[in-house]
């Protein structure tokens, strides 16, 4: 039997996908609509993943905290924790579950031919049919709950997703970030924190988490991934049997909507929490951010990985010098983000100063004029585009299967493009293409179009504030002291 004989699936393309050495497959199951994307391959370590598009509408941290519960036991495999048994005794060589700002993702890894089965079986178990919807204490656990240990105690909130990300809104990296998307993506998803923002995060009801489950977790809104040496098509046959056969066809709306350009630079000043006893001098984080393009363009998508080892990576790289020698910040960082639709390229001065701000937008701007008239480094952007081809032709991805990478890789396209899930894999001709570009003109216009003239961008500055974390915890136990004198008894002896 051949994939050809499969009545359950549809082939949209079929193609050797030369640059990674696979056979090439994108198909759809008819009945579920659920999209399905092959590599195959002669490569033993074996990967599948099942992703789900999943905008976040607020900050509740909604897609972060299925992610967390589905994998607390299912349908078929009901202990309380199985993604704890797996990594204790499957042969997996990767296991985990990734939320990202507009898709969630389960993949799994190994080289072991039954392992990889078993693998495949509890994960799709896991995000079609979870425990969640038949205990709540799981989103309570995960999420965030009341906590009262006596009656004349203090009320606190807890949960595992919570303590993690008021663990990841203590540093000032997570709060810019947060601020530079907000800024630059006002109105879609992007500007909402899809781990959740602490402040928010217990405005989230068991009810709204469930919608938001059952809205997305579903075969006609999945992106299904194979990539390695096995047999297809037994697991196309078993995948339709076992689940996708069980589910109609429903139009679910995750759509990513484009940002609209900007007819004007955002200005953006947040704070950020520091102690009592810290000093605030160079504590300040100065950026420049602009939107550079969508993730469809190819050609851009990795000119852009290239201008930022060009600009930023390399050693003496102009724009991190020009910023290091005008006293600007004790660190520099930022780079190009091409994870989401609208990618975005930031320059960060970490640890400066807010008297600094004109100086650090005047010494990029010179700086990018500068290359724009006489050139970037030429022996930068070759190196740039050699490293990044040596990587990629040697899939050397350090302790993560190569197969792993090129199916993450995958959604970057595929996400907003059900026909390109293997546009950025197939890169030798775009490689091909900048190396013949550094003797043109060509990376000096990007730097001209996206990084002078584009005024999708934002210049957005996080300052410490004294105490701001402990008064933020003081207006949060007053919150929830006024919620507890209004309990009654019954209601306290239920919590406790």
Known sequence: MTIHDLAEYEILDEHRVEDVQSDGLILRHKKSGARIAILSNNDDNKVFYIGFRTPPEDETGVPHIIEHTTLCGSKKFPVKDPFIELAKGSLNTFLNAMTYPDKTVYPVA??????????????????FNPNITKYEEIFKQEGWHYELTGKDDELKINGVVYNEMKG?????????????????????????????????IPKLTYEAYLDFYHKYYHPSNSYIYLYGDMDVVERLEWLDKEYLSLYDYKKVNSEINKQPAFDEIKNVEAQYSITMDDTQENKTYLSYNRVVGDTLDEMLYQAFDVLDYALLGAPGAPLKQALIDAGIGKDIVGGYDSSTMQPVFSIIAKNANSADKEKFLATIQDVLNRQVKDGVDKKALFAGISASEFRYREADFGQFPKGLLYGIQCLDSWLYDDMQPFMHVEALDTYRFLKEQVETDYFEQLIQKYLLNNKHASVVIIEPEKGLNAKNEAALEKKLAEYKAGLSEDEIRKLI
């Open 110 to 127: 190994s080289c072991n031919d039954q392992d990889f089965k078993n693998l495949m079986d509890v994960y799709l178990d896991a995000v």
């Open 168 to 200: 990841a809104y203590s540093s000032p990296d997570e709060v810019l970030s947060s601020q530079i998307y907000r800024s630059l993506f006002p109105d879609n998803t992007y500007s909402k924190d899809s781990g959740g923002n602490p402040e928010y």
